[in-house]
Structures are given as structure tokens and as C-alpha cells.
């Protein structure tokens, strides 16, 4: 079974763009998350989508925004870019059952110059 | 906020058993203890995961306290690939309820 892949791998964007990453999660789920890594807040929960619909939601300013399509395949979109927005951008996919364990991808690393 | 907390780092010789522990002293009945790893650069791996009763796999054992206020990750005999940050997380069994990552244990296998 294929893993979790992301696309792009890298990424180099100048503030104020905005950029779109995307996710395709393992054959069979349903439900996608998204994180932000950064080496001074470590691992953040950016939101979640189940089914098109999200679920959760982390702390993030509304430029951040994510969407999930019929096929369960994800975007997550950031506008406005700030400096502060460099990071590993993580996608992570499960059943999304009760007590799931998540399936990380490698991850999409955004520079913003 | 996390609802965990764990040493920052550890060491361990290979082919020694790497115990790792983690204090959750305010988890609730219907939360589960998540562990995950990740290694440099590439994004985190599920390892296991327990109520209260241990649990074991090809990769590792969850030994859960009977009060349920800690855990022990173990790794049988560790190798330099076991190098990485370790993430114990608490999670309820609902489906709404999100990920919370905290810092983790950075884990240096010694050749």
C-alpha cells in the first residue's frame, strides 16, 4: 500500500504570496491532518478533515485555510506569507475511527524570504 | 498544551533495552497514550499505543502504571536507527479529539 505523499517537497515563496500544498493520503482513509513544525514551537496541529468536512481545529491565524476533496485528497493553503511561516508542513492521514493511529508523510518544507 | 511531559534527552547503548518514560498524572478514564517517533527530517512514525493493560509489537512494548499516570516505552535492543525524538501523547478515544504534540525525548543510541 503507498504511504502519505505530499506535494511539493520543497518550496521557496517571498512574503506576502501565498502557497498551496498538498497531501494524498493512504488508499482507504478518510480523515487528514495537517501540522506545522518549526524548531522553536516544535509540532503544531493546524486542523483536520474528515469526509470534506473539518473537525478540528488548531490555533492558526485565518490566513491559514485547508480543504479536503471527494477523494480525500487534501490542500491546505497559507496567504499573506510571513517570515514566521517557514516550516515543515506536515500531513498526516488515518480511518479516522475511533483510536486511530496517524500515517505521517515526509512532509513539505516551506522557506519564506 | 500537552497533557505529557518527558525528559528532554536520553541516552542508551545499542543492542541495550532503551526505556523511555513519560508522566501523564492528569489523564482522564477514556484517554489513550500515543507514542511516536520521528527521525531527522522525516515526518513522525506511529509506534504503539495502550489504555491501561501493556501492549507489545514488532516494534516496541507500552508498559502503562496501574494508576495510569505514566508509561514506559521500551525498545528491546536498540540500534543507531532508533535515534530520534520519541513523542508520548495522550488522546481520548472520541474522534473529535486532536493531537497534541509536545516536546518529546531526543534518544541517542551509543555504538
Known amino acids: 500500500k503507498a504511504g502519505v505523499t505530499q506535494t511539493p517537497r520543497y518550496l521557496i515563496k517571498t512574503r506576502g504570496q501565498q502557497v498551496t500544498l498538498s497531501c494524498s493520503p493512504i488508499s482507504g482513509h478518510r480523515s487528514v491532518s495537517w501540522y506545522q513544525q518549526t524548531p522553536g514551537q516544535g509540532l503544531q496541529f493546524l486542523f483536520e478533515?474528515?469526509?470534506?468536512?473539518?473537525?478540528n481545529k488548531g490555533n492558526f491565524p485565518g490566513r491559514f485555510s485547508g480543504r479536503q476533496f471527494s477523494n480525500s485528497r487534501s490542500e491546505m493553503n497559507v496567504s499573506t506569507l510571513e517570515l514566521g511561516d517557514s516550516a515543515l508542513y506536515l500531513c498526516?492521514?488515518?480511518?479516522?475511527?475511533?483510536?486511530?493511529?496517524?500515517?505521517f508523510g515526509p512532509g513539505t518544507r516551506l522557506t519564506v524570504t | 498544551d500537552a497533557k505529557t511531559t518527558q525528559p528532554p534527552s536520553m541516552d542508551c547503548a545499542e543492542g541495550r533495552a532503551a526505556n523511555l518514560p513519560c508522566n501523564h498524572s492528569?489523564?482522564?478514564?477514556?484517554?489513550?497514550v500515543y507514542w511516536y517517533r520521528q527521525i531527522h527530517s522525516q515526518g513522525p512514525q506511529y509506534i504503539i499505543h495502550g489504555l491501561k493493560n501493556n501492549e507489545t509489537n514488532e516494534m516496541a512494548s507500552l508498559i502503562i502504571t496501574e494508576d495510569r499516570k505514566s508509561s514506559t516505552l521500551i525498545l528491546p535492543h536498540a540500534t543507531l536507527r532508533d535515534t530520534a525524538v520519541y513523542y508520548c501523547?495522550?488522546?481520548?478515544?472520541?474522534?473529535?479529539?486532536?493531537?497534541?504534540f509536545g516536546k518529546g525525548t531526543r534518544l541517542h543510541i551509543l555504538p
Open positions: 501523547i495522550v488522546r481520548a478515544m472520541n474522534r473529535d479529539d486532536k493531537i497534541i
Open positions: 478533515y474528515f469526509s470534506e468536512t473539518q473537525r
Open positions: 492528569t489523564i482522564s478514564g477514556n484517554e489513550y
Open positions: 498526516a492521514s488515518s480511518s479516522g475511527q475511533d483510536n486511530y493511529e496517524q500515517y
